[in-house]
């Protein structure tokens, strides 16, 4: 049996015939960036996170760089980002001039840890970036006291969370700004590159839309030094599509990623939920010690699995000059050597999740 690491072939298929009605129309129209498709899927987004305003970006990345800089973060500045991220979050920080500072996270759903993150905060400190790793939510409760007690911006990474809540309420509108990335892979992913910013107050999401672009609240009027990030006509007008879909979708990986722990309880480790969460499962990921090689017997057996992320951001290159070194960060070290997501999209079947347990408890029996 082959098991590609995702498929989205069935996904295609449910949403085909209504893409095409929709690209169809961006064509006959002849508007391709910032226009009518733009408008209505950001009130949808908006809608369906339960949030005052949605600004469609060029990334997820540009969404995250772009909330940071409308905060007024830069140079001497100092951002609290989780050491076990995707290197955007901290990207985010360091191409505003601002120092990422690192935090380690919880070694059971390895989100950042709310107790190391006091222990971090100076009077550079202006930010705090929790990340909801693999769709699940980080203790927000613990964040927003912390934040609201040094006066500290909250910018939720939400790029893996869309639909995902904490307490009932959507991630994403928790802090002064949610970014969500629309990479096709993601629970809600265009057919290229595609983000949004999120927020409830009406100065911030005006900043965003200055920022996105050039400055411009009036065409070629430059309030502001503003950048060119924008979703285009096309994407904003799939995800529209798709975003009636996410819900289900979403509990579709729920549902594979209970019956992935019912079947490998025991047999290997792998996060845990946040307490009164609904997370998205962007990803199942298992901790293995001989990661490497269940990697490529795995392959051998036609199963398709990826590493997220096999380096934690104070040991990239990119940072060395942070000064970080091995040990800094325990956790997100050894979650990184260990880490091994397995197939999941909302059409995996039963039988595909049962022959990838099934191959991963003959490996680990074996004690090779
Ligand atoms: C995907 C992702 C990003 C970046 O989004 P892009 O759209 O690829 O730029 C940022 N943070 C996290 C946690 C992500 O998973």
Redesign the pocket.
């Known amino acids: 049996m082959q098991v590609p690491f995702v498929n989205f072939h069935k996904e295609f298929e449910t949403i085909q015939i209504d893409v095409q009605k929709e690209l169809d129309e961006v064509f006959k129209n002849a508007y391709f960036i910032m226009g009518q498709k733009l408008q209505l899927f950001e009130k949808q987004f908006a809608d369906y996170l339960g949030a005052k305003e949605a600004i469609g970006v060029g990334?997820?990345?540009?969404?995250?760089f772009l909330a940071v800089q409308a905060l007024g973060i830069g140079k001497g500045d100092e951002v609290i980002v989780p050491s076990f991220?995707?290197i955007?979050?901290a990207l985010a920080a360091s191409h505003n001039g601002a120092t990422p500072v690192l935090v380690d996270v919880l070694p059971d759903t390895h989100l950042i840890d709310p107790k190391e993150i006091e222990k971090k905060i100076t009077k550079k400190t202006k930010a705090i970036i929790p990340?909801?790793?693999y769709g699940n939510s980080c203790d927000m409760d613990s964040i927003m006291k912390i934040a609201k007690k040094h006066k500290l911006f909250v910018i939720e990474?939400a790029?893996?969370a869309h639909g995902a809540r904490y307490k009932g309420k959507k991630l994403g509108t928790f802090g002064d700004y949610g970014?969500f990335?629309?990479?096709p892979t993601?629970n809600l992913g265009a057919f290229g590159?595609?983000?949004a910013v999120v927020t409830n107050k009406t100065n911030l999401a005006k900043q965003i839309h200055l920022l996105r672009n050039y400055g411009q609240e009036k065409k070629y009027y430059s309030k502001i030094k503003g950048y060119n990030s924008r979703l285009d006509e096309l994407q904003a007008a799939i995800l529209s599509v798709k975003l009636k879909h996410l819900d289900a979708w979403n509990k579709k990986r729920t549902a594979h990623v209970a019956m992935y722990r019912k079947l490998l309880k025991g047999i290997v480790d792998f996060a845990s939920d946040t307490p009164n969460s609904t997370p998205s499962h962007?990803i199942f990921a298992i901790q293995v010690p001989q990661r490497d090689l269940m990697q490529k017997k795995l392959a051998e057996k036609g199963i398709g699995t990826i590493i997220h992320y096999p380096v934690p951001v104070h040991l990239q290159e990119a940072y060395k000059d942070l000064g970080y070194k091995k040990g800094d960060f325990p956790i997100s070290e050894k979650i990184a050597n260990t880490t091994l997501s397995l197939p999941l999209f909302p059409y995996i079947t039963k039988e595909e999740i049962t022959y990838v347990c099934d191959t991963i408890k003959k490996m680990v029996s074996k004690k090779d």
């Open positions: 990334d997820g990345t540009g969404a995250l991220t995707y955007a979050t990340v909801h790793f990474d790029a893996q970014c990335s629309f990479y993601k590159d595609g983000g962007y």
